[in-house]
């Protein structure tokens, strides 16, 4: 990658043409928006023919790098006035006859210091190309990026890694959180474009060191993030496309298996790592595989499976995502996958999120498999339930006066002209978007958690009123509110999760 002056250059043109999430809804809107997520460009193309005059950097800029379509050296020299035509030729973003070589656009996210706003260059992919991506290609920011940087706790901490990085985006959004992050990929193609991209959005505390897994980091850290290349695909079958961006080179699922059992050795006491991963479903449950993986390690572990797919569907995704189309190629590609996943008895897939803490002192105390696969209503605060976790730990329940969490309702369903609900739930409104069933006894118990009275006195009052053993009605009622409290729906007059209270 050329001079950081011409980088300097680009950015400065990129701000003054407004290249902002934005300014691209406005342009072609949101329809033409999502069409382009669905690989579709005509509808933006049509709306960029269709623009009134202005905006005519932006415009050029948008079919260029995004469209992945031609533009004039004129219109480049007139979209990048300080950098110039010679100088996008110069830093590989476009050939002499104003051909994208590269995909830059504008990515923009909120976090607590308010809207972000940067751009990030990657590989062109199928649409630009026209026809399936190399093997090499370098991924930009795609759903699996944007969940995992979403779900990235930002608790400041001295040393941050981003394993596989890619165009980079973990690691910048870590640069936030982090004094220095170290930026590894086994792709010398990916580090390029990440020192590209932390230098076009002014980030200067990333690393970058080349080698797989952990082989190129010695040290240990606060905060391990990654998006592994998890995708389990077919080995030792002629002509199936290993790509780098997602293929770790592995049999089945066991790159994330190897992630997990080495993050231990990198991360110091209380140090979290962060991962997006693939666990395949065959005699054993996938789920139970991934916690057979952690129960060999010394380290706290929550993980959530979101999704399953049964093997077809897997296939298919995963071929169409290279760029494969329908017939004869993408048929023979689809027998590979079901031979390989066959020789091991898979019959589904399960993604999800795994989050994994050294313990500060002894040995785990955290163990938590589940399978959360509905909506989400924003992202999903893991830091919150590592920090309920704590708070409840050897702590006397009984005496805590608990407050129901401000996102969370009740809600009730009745026989119609029923007095009393035949069904009570408990909605979150936020993170998972939890749904807890409610007993008559739990029902009376949260609904008088107003932060007043300590569980126990609650528990007994209770009791009274529905005419039932306290000591039977306390047993089965505390593991429940125990649960409420560790998934943020009751929260502690005192500790970390006591602001989110009503
Ligand atoms: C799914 S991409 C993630 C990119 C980026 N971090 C993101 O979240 O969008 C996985 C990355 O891991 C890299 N990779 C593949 N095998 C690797 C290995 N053995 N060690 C380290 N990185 C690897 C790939 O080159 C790719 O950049």
């Known amino acids: 990658m050329a001079g950081v002056t011409a980088i300097a250059d680009l950015a400065a043109d990129l701000a003054a043409a407004t290249f902002t999430v934005d300014a691209l809804d406005e342009l072609w809107g949101t329809d033409a928006a999502a069409a382009l997520h669905r ?25 260029t790098f995004i469209l ?14 300080t950098l110039g035509f010679e100088g996008a030729v110069g830093l590989g973003l476009v050939d002499e006859h104003g051909a994208p070589r590269l995909d830059l656009r504008p990515y923009s996210f909120v976090d607590a210091s308010g809207v972000v706003s940067w751009w990030i260059a990657s590989d062109l992919g199928e649409l630009a190309l026209g026809h399936a991506i190399p093997e090499h290609h ?18 400041p901490v001295d040393l941050a890694l981003d394993l596989g990085t890619g165009c980079g985006i973990q690691a910048l959004h ?17 580090l390029d474009l990440a020192r590209f991209n932390a230098e076009l959005n002014g980030v200067t505390n990333i690393e970058f060191r080349l080698g797989s897994l952990f082989g190129p980091v010695p040290e240990r850290f606060g905060h391990v993030v990654s998006n592994p290349p998890f995708v ?48 395949e479903y065959g005699a054993q449950e996938g789920l139970a595989r991934v916690e057979q993986w952690v129960r060999f ?80 209503a924003g992202s999903p605060d893991a830091a919150a339930l590592l920090d309920a976790h704590d708070w409840l730990r050897d702590r006397d329940l009984l005496a805590e006066s608990l407050t129901v969490a401000a996102d969370v309702t009740e809600q009730r369903y009745y026989w119609p002209g029923d007095e009393h ?21 739990l029902a009376a118990v949260v609904g008088a958690c107003d932060g007043t009275l300590p569980l126990g006195v609650i528990c007994s009052a209770v009791a009274q009123l529905l005419e039932v053993d306290e000591a039977e009605l306390t047993a089965e009622v505390l593991p429940q509110v125990g649960e409420l409290v560790l998934v943020g729906m009751l929260v502690g007059e005192t500790g970390v999760s006591g602001d989110r209270a009503r």
Do not use: C
């Open 297 to 376: 390690t010394g380290l706290d572990a929550w993980v959530v499976e979101r999704e399953r797919q049964d093997v077809d569907q897997y296939a298919e995704t995963w071929i169409r995502d290279g760029g494969t189309r329908p017939g004869a190629e993408f048929d023979r590609l689809y027998s590979a996958w079901l031979d390989d996943f066959a020789s091991r008895g898979v019959t589904h897939v399960g993604f999800g999120y795994i989050t994994l803490r050294r313990p500060v002192s002894g040995g785990p105390t955290l163990r938590r498999f589940e399978v959360l696969d509905g909506p989400v």
């Open 232 to 279: 389990i695909t077919p080995r030792g079958a002629d002509g199936v496309p290993a790509y780098e961006y997602r293929d770790g080179g592995m049999v089945g699922d066991s790159l994330v298996a190897s992630v997990i059992k080495e993050v231990e050795a990198h991360l110091e006491s209380g140090g979290v790592a962060q991962l997006l991963g693939n666990w």
């Open 39 to 63: 690989g579709q460009r005509v509808p933006a193309l049509r709306a960029l023919e269709g623009r009134a005059s202005g905006a005519a950097a932006t415009a050029t800029l948008a079919r």
């Open 138 to 155: 370098v991924l930009g920011v795609g759903g699996a990026s944007t969940t995992l940087s979403g779900l990235m706790i930002a608790r």
């Open 174 to 190: 870590a640069a936030r959180h982090a004094t220095r992050v170290i930026a590894t990929d086994i792709s010398q193609r990916a």
């Open 421 to 441: 609900p035949t069904v009570m739930d408990l909605r979150q409104g936020s993170g998972f978007a939890r749904t807890v069933p409610l007993g008559t006894a």
């Open 68 to 81: 992945g379509l031609a533009s004039t050296p004129e219109a480049l020299a007139a979209a990048l006035p």
